[in-house]
């Protein structure tokens, strides 16, 4: 998890008329967002996108390094494609 970052897990509290706000554990707003008929849908993005980050970056960052001990650079294991795919997506999560 990053350091700086609530923790974790968030979810997506709808306790407000006029909004929906993604809370942390403890119930503690994090965010509002304006009741609107996309703002549920994009919360409960949020919260599935921040509660998936530390899960999907720890999988990536062990493909790729499964990548470098185990192939010999040809792609031979997983193609080169999937393995540069799986960097920028890295890169990107991390905010590289």
Request: charged fraction near 25%; hydrophobic fraction near 40%.
């Amino acid at each position: 998890m990053t350091d700086k970052a609530t923790k974790r897990p968030w979810k997506v509290s709808r306790n407000h008329t006029f909004r929906n706000d993604i809370v942390d554990a403890k119930n503690n707003t994090i965010v509002f967002l304006p009741h609107e008929a996309l703002s549920k849908a994009n919360a409960e993005l949020i919260v599935r996108a921040v509660n998936s980050h530390d899960a999907m970056v720890d999988a990536l960052e062990y493909v790729i390094r499964y990548h470098r001990e185990h192939d010999s650079g040809e792609g031979e294991l997983f193609g080169l494609d999937y393995v540069t795919t799986c960097i920028a997506t890295l890169n990107l999560a991390k905010g590289v």
